[in-house]
């Protein structure tokens, strides 16, 4: 890969022969998982200004009529988020002389408060040809990354790395733009506005006797408009309970695991090709192009004796090629079949076709592939596996319908029938939902102390709990519309068997689960306690305490901001003491803040809240069950303790948890 500095160029055809079509991505992150930004594109002419506001591209002007310049939208990280644009370098108009890239924040957020920030390019095959990352951002709130520019008939890149202090507004008037920043009313798919994606903004009326004066031009919003579905569910209609509202995609009728894995596969591939938000958000997580996307199921296709009928083929078209990626499909908690996965490999590398995309309830740890397929190392073409959870699939519905919106109504009403039926009890596409076979003998082995360090059992029993806490946290992510991501405690460059192996024999010697979870606008890490031995669930939040005010101030402040939290919620005061400081229970603390102040005056550095739940005995997700047990506990803890301790920058789905928590 090519490493570009500070105002350095290349030329691309230098780098690959398959660059008319490329992809250039714009990456992020930050330690505390916080922020994010939004791309931006401008066609410049030779004077260094667009032509219109037409060459201007953001999130409310995504895609160029001529397919030049399309926004792919976000992928999520492990770090932060990557931004996607796919660029046609053989449709950009002859007068454009140069491509700016760039990215903004809103608010008073910075690009300085953003780690990792770099640009990447990837030719039309997917292979990343070139890295520039961005140093030194500053307190800019608008940066362009890079540019790519036409001399002697070839496409070039420029790495940039300048900044704005005003914003994407002012980037944009910077190159002759014009802009109106002013807000609007958000769009929801229960009250829909009627405006144009360009506002012309007329001038009061002329007296009649006097000449009109002319409109202003239209100019781009920068103020972002979405549509998402209304807060709160319009009254129902129906005569009584026992009605029920007809359903785009019916679960009353699967009657088989075969009659599930064909309805479920239909649904989403369709709702896929017709809502293109969403059908971009799956794929270009599996490296396919941005472009016309067709699905198709019922598709048989020659292997040896006997055709094969993958449950569907997702085909994407771009420059006048084909990306084609065949899907197995499994519900309700079947496994996939590793010799149906080779099979389908075998026939994706014959055909040139780019990948196999296996979906089912389970969830895929890194470095732990579901199935282990065979690689002819001979074959020229390569093909890759990928894995998606239906978890993940509702993940993604959530967060586009509820937070971050969707082109039109029609959009939004089609995305939330699929998360209707996703979430059906019937439909078989509930995500994780199995402990394994070896839960419980490993329980069994620890309540009886006969459980041995090394133990095999203990090792897939913590895979298992990992696969959980990814599910929780896509889960919560999905209500929150915030980032909800596991933290891993261990050093960097550390393999996952590895870490793994002494988590299975932490559980060994300590008969405990622990999982730690950092969510976007919190004030602290969520950790998550399975204690085997007791057969309870702890789940805490440490909250720092400030230096202002007095100690017994800051006591009464944290027992007033939890007035409505739960009566048995723990609070343990923290100091810089090894013998610890006082606890009690928020119902004794509410009358007698002042238990809270250590006796021999130590400085008190934070609070640790707690909550203890039962935890289900059974490894599944019945309603007794151990995987529901956490799941609720989770959105118990945050809905009914971690909300009250947030400002103004909280989730935006905190209120709905609020609300659940109470109840």
């Known amino acids: 890969m090519h490493e570009l500095s500070k105002g350095a160029n290349v030329g691309l055809a230098s780098l690959s022969e398959s660059v008319d079509s490329v992809i250039v991505s714009l990456r992020w992150g930050s330690q505390s998982g916080e922020g994010d930004a939004?791309?931006?594109?401008?066609?410049?002419?030779?004077?260094?200004?667009?032509?219109?506001?037409?060459?201007?591209?953001?999130?409310?002007?995504?895609?160029?009529?001529?397919?030049?310049?399309?926004?792919?939208?976000?992928?999520?990280?492990?770090s932060g988020?990557?931004?996607?644009?796919?660029?046609?370098?053989t449709a950009v108009p002859e007068d454009i002389t140069r491509v700016v890239i760039a990215a903004s924040r809103y608010g008073d957020a910075h690009f300085g408060e953003l780690d990792d920030l770099e640009l990447t390019l990837a030719d039309?095959?997917?292979?990343?040809?070139?890295?520039?990352?961005?140093?030194?951002?500053?307190?800019?709130?608008?940066?362009?990354?890079?540019?790519?520019?036409?001399?002697?008939?070839?496409?070039?890149?420029?790495?940039?790395?300048?900044?704005?202090g005003n914003g994407l507004a002012g980037l944009a008037t910077d190159f002759g733009v014009d802009v109106d920043d002013a807000a609007e009313p958000e769009e929801t798919a229960g009250q829909r506005v009627e405006e144009p994606l360009l506002d012309a903004v007329p001038a009061p009326r002329p007296?009649?006797?006097?000449?009109?004066?002319?409109?202003?031009?239209?100019?781009?919003?920068?103020?972002?408009?979405?549509?998402?579905?209304?807060?709160?569910?319009?009254?129902?209609?129906?005569?009584?309970e026992s009605w029920r509202e007809a359903r785009l995609f019916p679960v009353s009728a699967l009657k088989s695991d075969r009659d599930r894995e064909t309805r479920a596969t239909s649904v989403l591939l369709s709702v896929m090709t017709q809502v293109p938000e969403f059908g971009r958000r799956l794929t270009a997580a599996f490296g396919a192009p941005a472009g016309r996307t067709e699905t198709f199921t019922e598709v048989s296709l020659p292997h040896g004796d006997t055709p094969r009928r993958p449950d569907g083929v997702i085909r994407v078209e771009r420059a006048g090629k084909l990306w084609t990626a065949l899907v197995e499909t499994k519900t309700n908690g079947n496994a996939l079949r590793p010799d149906q996965v080779q099979a389908y490999m075998d026939i994706a590398a014959r055909r040139g076709y780019e990948a196999v995309i296996t979906l089912s309830n389970d969830v895929a740890l890194e470095g732990t592939p579901l199935v282990d397929v065979k690689t002819d190392g001979r074959r020229k073409h390569k093909v890759a596996l990928w894995h998606l959870s239906w978890a993940e699939v509702a993940h993604q519905a959530q967060l586009l319908i509820r937070h971050e919106g969707v082109g039109n109504a029609a959009h939004a009403w089609?995305?939330?029938?699929?998360?209707?039926?996703?979430?059906?009890?019937?439909?078989?596409?509930?995500?994780?939902?199995?402990?394994?076979?070896?839960?419980?003998?490993?329980?069994?082995?620890?309540?009886?102390?006969?459980?041995?360090?090394?133990?095999?059992?203990?090792?897939?029993?913590?895979?298992?709990?990992?696969?959980?806490?990814?599910q929780v946290c896509l889960r919560l992510g999905g209500?929150?519309?915030?980032?909800?991501?596991?933290?891993?405690?261990?050093?960097?460059?550390?393999?996952?068997?590895?870490?793994?192996?002494?988590?299975?024999?932490?559980?060994?010697?300590?008969?405990?689960?622990?999982?730690?979870?950092?969510?976007?606008?919190?004030?602290?890490?969520?950790?998550?306690?399975?204690?085997?031995?007791?057969?309870?669930?702890?789940?805490?939040?440490?909250v720092p305490s400030?230096?202002?005010?007095?100690?017994?101030?800051?006591?009464?402040?944290?027992?007033?901001?939890?007035?409505?939290?739960?009566?048995?919620?723990?609070?343990?005061?923290?100091?810089?003491?090894?013998?610890?400081?006082?606890?009690?229970?928020?119902?004794?603390?509410?009358?007698?803040?002042?238990?809270?102040?250590?006796?021999?005056?130590?400085?008190?550095?934070?609070?640790?809240?707690?909550l203890l739940k039962g935890m289900g005995s059974s490894r599944g997700n019945a309603e007794s069950g151990f995987i529901r047990s956490v799941d609720e506990?989770?959105?118990?803890?945050?809905?009914?303790?971690?909300?009250?301790?947030?400002?103004?920058?909280?989730?935006?789905?905190?209120?709905?948890l609020r609300e659940a928590g109470a109840r």
């Open 38 to 78: 939004d791309v931006s594109v401008l066609l410049l002419t030779g004077d260094g200004k667009v032509r219109g506001d037409g060459d201007f591209y953001f999130y409310n002007n995504p895609v160029a009529a001529d397919g030049s310049v399309q926004l792919l939208g976000k992928t999520p990280t492990g």
């Open 81 to 89: 988020n990557e931004d996607r644009i796919g660029f046609d370098l």
């Open 124 to 164: 039309a095959s997917g292979e990343t040809l070139l890295r520039f990352a961005v140093d030194g951002a500053g307190t800019v709130s608008a940066l362009v990354f890079g540019e790519l520019y036409r001399r002697g008939g070839e496409w070039k890149l420029r790495a940039v790395g300048q900044g704005y």
């Open 207 to 240: 007296p009649v006797e006097q000449p009109a004066v002319p409109k202003r031009p239209a100019r781009p919003r920068t103020a972002k408009k979405k549509v998402t579905l209304p807060k709160t569910a319009k009254k129902s209609l129906a005569e009584n």
């Open 414 to 470: 089609l995305l939330k029938e699929l998360l209707h039926y996703l979430q059906h009890e019937n439909s078989g596409c509930h995500g994780f939902q199995n402990m394994g076979a070896a839960w419980v003998p490993v329980r069994n082995g620890i309540d009886d102390e006969t459980l041995c360090q090394g133990d095999p059992r203990t090792l897939e029993v913590v895979e298992s709990w990992e696969r959980l806490i990814r």
């Open 479 to 542: 209500e929150l519309g915030q980032r909800v991501l596991p933290v891993q405690r261990a050093k960097r460059g550390t393999e996952p068997a590895v870490r793994r192996t002494a988590l299975a024999d932490r559980l060994c010697h300590e008969g405990r689960l622990q999982a730690e979870l950092r969510i976007d606008g919190t004030p602290g890490v969520l950790t998550v306690t399975a204690d085997l031995r007791t057969g309870r669930l702890r789940t805490s939040i440490e």
């Open 546 to 610: 400030t230096e202002q005010g007095y100690p017994l101030t800051r006591a009464k402040r944290l027992v007033r901001r939890l007035a409505e939290a739960p009566a048995d919620l723990h609070i343990e005061t923290l100091v810089d003491d090894e013998a610890g400081g006082p606890r009690g229970t928020l119902e004794r603390l509410r009358p007698e803040p002042a238990d809270l102040l250590p006796k021999n005056g130590a400085r008190i550095t934070g609070f640790r809240l707690t």
């Open 633 to 656: 506990a989770v959105h118990r803890f945050y809905g009914s303790v971690v909300t009250h301790l947030e400002g103004p920058g909280a989730p935006r789905g905190a209120e709905a």
